[in-house]
């Protein structure tokens, strides 16, 4: 697993046993979590979350749209003692959410499969490995790929809850929405992709 030289946080889930998990019907990894104009004055305000993990025993996901400003993929890699990148193009930073900001993880398109897998589908992966990082590094791994810190983690039937309560809308996951467009747009443009328009968000709108 990709741990960093941070400080930790409890998790709601037992993060040290992450294992690859499958689409089940009824659940929801591999979709977007977004969040709506219920969700204001924390983290999520605004976030658009990659959900890799969602079984009875709660959910896991990672924030795609909050790059980090001043943290570095090369510091955290130095810092960790892991291999630094030789390549000219600068591997993005993103906070992944408030539990555990030890804990690395990397989303990626599916042409790298290499190594366990926490998560794949349609198109996007989530690996935690080092592997993944030294292939980056020698320049054989992904098209796209993004590290990410820290992540979200629900108790079971919590993010089940919070969606009743209107607090998140689920969107099919693309390899644009997490990949191509741009962090400051990702949130309008993940809404309307069901046809929601935010600024005219309410209690009574329904769920994909």
């Known amino acids: 697993m990709l741990f960093f030289k ?7 889930l037992n993060a040290s046993t ?6 089940s019907e009824g659940y929801l990894q591999g979709q977007l979590l977004v969040s709506t104009p219920l969700i204001t004055a924390s983290c999520f305000h605004k976030s658009v979350i ?45 906070y992944g959410g ?11 398109s599916t042409d790298y499969n290499k190594g366990e897998l926490l998560c794949a589908h349609d198109g996007i992966a989530v690996s935690a490995n080092t592997g993944i990082l030294k292939d980056i590094a020698e320049g054989h791994g992904p098209a796209h790929a993004t590290l ?13 809850r919070e969606i009743e309560e209107n607090s998140w809308i689920t969107v099919p996951a693309t390899r644009e929405l997490v ?5 400051e747009m990702k949130w309008g443009m993940a809404s309307q992709s069901l046809g929601i328009d ?11």
Request: proline residues 5%.
């Open 50 to 94: 990659y959900l890799f993990a969602h079984n009875e025993d709660g959910a896991m996901g990672i924030i795609v749209n909050q790059p980090l400003e001043y943290v570095t993929y090369d510091a955290l890699l130095e810092e960790s003692d892991l291999p630094r990148t030789s390549s000219d193009d600068e591997i993005a930073v993103y």
């Open 18 to 23: 992450i294992a690859p998990v499958h689409r």
């Open 198 to 208: 935010m600024n005219f968000f309410s209690h009574s709108v329904g769920h994909a």
């Open 6 to 12: 941070r400080k930790s946080y409890d998790s709601p």
């Open 179 to 183: 990949f191509d467009i741009d962090d």
């Open 148 to 160: 990410v810190v820290g992540y979200a983690g629900w108790t079971a039937g919590q993010l089940e």
């Open 98 to 108: 408030p539990v555990d900001r030890s804990r690395g993880f990397v989303i990626h």
